[in-house]
């Protein structure tokens, strides 16, 4: 048997740990100071920065919510004004980055006299290379010109140190904010592990998470799946989408419709389907009688196979171009850009629906108690999700 002495000093320890955690978690947001302070405020990473702004700009727009209108309509509202702030702060760091961020491009220059690539770093345009001419000869090259790569002021040293301890801040306060829900949600609330629950701060520290934690994560995974999407741009992420799940798709359906009932309508649009059917049944016929019905089919499905892998090279080839197009221009870029982040914004929005679908079965299967991590005060878009999804849980599930 343990006895008390032994359960006693296991319940100070509990109680002391998170006290500890706070001594490491300000020993490494100080590091991380010192290495964005040595970097700058336009080398550091600002993630964390994008986080706490968008779910804070959140949390003080989603107190204008009604709390007595309906389910559909809170979540909905709450959804909408969460992909607001997003699309908000979003577009601020993407001007704060092209005016802030190190850059290297390519610049057009003329330069007078007799100037070789060594000598200038010059890329000279093939017209120029046969020029017969020696008086108002200026040679039209391109240069590579790098902007933001010179030592920080100390204003941006300062804020590269406060942005990096942030990022760390951040990160730690989400896993100690997870742990803590982890805790209070599941059985582990009823054993040592809860006497972590009871330590100083902690019930503080908890209602926080349970105010901003799942709204701060769901705003996060948004905005990495919307800037995803800015970095891949709409027209490859269609042809990337087309090429592969096209792919896949139009191989299973060749390999399907041989073996279908459409194989056995000789009319219309089925007719090409029902003759090449028949051509490789006939011709397996010669070969292996017994299988050839079956292997018939097969052969007929890899023709068809065949078939449609060349249409999707010449729709990639297409699409290909048309991205080469779009990336000729810096507008077309930039529109491309915008609109792949929009529409991988909404497809963030379905993914933080189809997390909350998982946790509000695992909660109605009695696995994990999420309704435990929540509180009625905040926490207006997890709130949502979970009494939208609970909401159609359970009726499917009745």
């Known amino acids: 048997m343990i006895s008390l002495h032994s359960m006693m000093a296991v319940g100070n320890t509990m109680q002391k740990l998170p006290q500890i955690l706070l001594i490491v978690a300000g020993c490494l947001m100080g590091i991380a100071f010192v290495i964005g302070f040595l970097k700058g405020f336009r080398k550091v990473g600002w993630n964390g920065l994008i986080w706490v702004t968008a779910g804070g700009v959140f949390i003080f727009a989603s107190r204008s919510i009604n709390s007595t209108g309906t ?120 054993k040592n592990f809860g006497l972590i629950l009871t330590a100083k701060y902690m019930d503080n520290f908890l209602a926080l998470a349970q105010r901003t934690l799942l709204d701060v994560l769901c705003i996060g995974l948004i905005i990495t799946i919307a800037k995803k999407g800015y970095s891949a741009g709409l027209m490859n992420s269609i042809r990337a989408i087309l090429v592969s799940i096209g792919t896949l798709a139009l191989i299973g359906l060749c390999f399907y419709l041989p073996f279908s009932p459409f194989a056995t309508r000789d009319a219309g649009m089925w007719h090409f389907l029902v003759s090449l059917t028949n051509r490789c049944i006939n011709m ?108 159609f849980l359970v009726r499917w599930l009745r």
């Open 71 to 190: 389910v559909t309509k809170k979540f909905v509202l709450a959804m909408l004004i969460a992909l607001a702030c997003i699309a908000g702060v979003l577009a601020l760091y993407g001007l704060l980055s092209y005016y802030l961020r190190p850059k290297i491009r390519w610049v057009k220059d003329n330069v007078n006299g007799d100037t070789s690539l060594a000598a200038y770093g010059l890329e000279f345009e093939p017209e120029y290379v046969n020029y017969d001419g020696e008086d108002d000869w200026q040679p039209y090259g391109k240069r590579i010109k790098k902007t933001g790569f010179t030592p920080p002021c100390f204003a941006f040293r300062l804020l590269g140190g406060l942005a990096c301890a942030i990022n760390v801040g951040v990160i730690l306060w989400a896993i100690g904010s997870v742990v803590l829900l982890g805790i209070k949600s599941t059985s582990l609330a009823d």
């Open 284 to 391: 397996m016929h010669q070969w292996v009688p017994k299988f050839s019905k079956p292997l018939g089919k097969i052969v007929a499905g890899v023709v068809m196979s065949i078939g449609a892998g060349i249409l999707m090279f010449l729709i990639n080839l297409a699409l290909k171009k048309w991205c080469n197009f779009v990336s000729t221009t810096a507008s077309t870029r930039m529109v491309d850009s915008i609109l792949a982040c929009v529409l991988y914004m909404i497809i963030g929005a379905l993914v933080c629906v189809a997390i909350w679908f998982a946790l509000a079965a695992l909660d109605y299967f009695g696995i994990l108690h999420i309704s435990e991590a929540l509180t009625d005060q905040g926490a207006h878009l997890s709130n949502g999700l979970y009494k939208f999804t609970n909401r």
